[in-house]
């Protein structure tokens, strides 16, 4: 079924992401030929090398994509058996999502990134971390705002050289680059997340917007708990 997955990605141009259709493109030319297997056998091949969230993602993208070929009679009618494995077996998906635990604060991030050698990349992480900019964001920031998820544009608010400054790197050479000081592109966004909504009289809804988020529990899943030592010392506290 490899064959149909560009005539079905080009079936979403006009209503998915440039960064949607790119991931979703890839991954269902890796694994879209196992689209008319059984859901139960692709289940246990795919947890030998996958994480229980990224194979529900997966499934949905099947699903998805095996009622395109049905509506599209590119298979005969059938039922949607991706969809139906789903809702039949949720309990193997049901804590799939684990929030990750960051190894590290806003400020000893800041550290890291503030005294990385190459200027490019350096400006690069530092828009990152200090504009909670998403690794595409920086391909589109023009001095005011960047193309977000469901190409929706947004404010972000920076100052002297980051205004300035425009990425023209690849994402591989800057995540590469992170890597070595124990850093991913995405962690910094959450740091910064995490930094904002706890500064005074900031709201939920100041988050969404500075964020590009359109729901509050999505915030929430980006806000990190206070360290551990820290939340058991406040634990400890409150029986004295």
């Not at 209503?15 to 030929?33: D, F, P, Q, T, V």
């Not at 194979?55 to 009679?73: E, S």
């Not at 740091?191 to 900031?202: D, E, M």
Request: a positive charge; proline letters at 3%.
């Amino acid at each position: 079924m490899t064959e149909f997955v560009d005539q079905y990605i080009g079936s979403k141009s006009m209503a998915w992401a440039r960064s949607s259709i790119k991931n979703e493109r890839a991954r269902l030319r890796k694994h879209g030929h196992k689209v008319m297997d059984k859901p139960e056998e692709v289940y246990q091949d795919l947890k030998k090398t996958m994480r229980p969230y990224s194979i529900k993602t997966t499934f949905v993208r099947f699903g998805q994509f095996f009622q395109w070929l049905i509506d599209n009679d590119k298979i005969p009618p059938a039922k949607n058996h991706w969809k139906l494995f789903l809702q039949s077996h949720a309990l193997l998906f049901k804590h799939a999502y684990q929030i990750e635990r960051l190894k590290m604060t806003f400020d000893e991030a800041k550290v890291l990134v503030d005294s990385m050698t190459e200027e490019h990349y350096r400006q690069a992480a530092q828009q990152l971390l200090y504009g909670g900019l998403r690794s595409c964001g920086l391909r589109t920031f023009d001095g005011e705002q960047v193309i977000g998820k469901g190409s929706k544009p947004r404010a972000v608010f920076f100052e002297g050289d980051l205004k300035n400054f425009r990425y023209k790197g690849c994402y591989s050479a800057l995540y590469k680059r992170l890597k070595k000081i124990g850093l991913k592109p995405h962690t910094l966004r959450k740091l910064c997340a995490t930094k904002f909504s706890t500064q005074p009289g900031v709201t939920d809804i100041d988050t969404c917007e500075i964020f590009g988020w359109e729901s509050i529990e999505t915030s929430k899943k980006y806000r990190q708990p206070q360290a551990r030592e820290r939340l058991s010392q406040l634990l400890q506290g409150i029986s004295k």
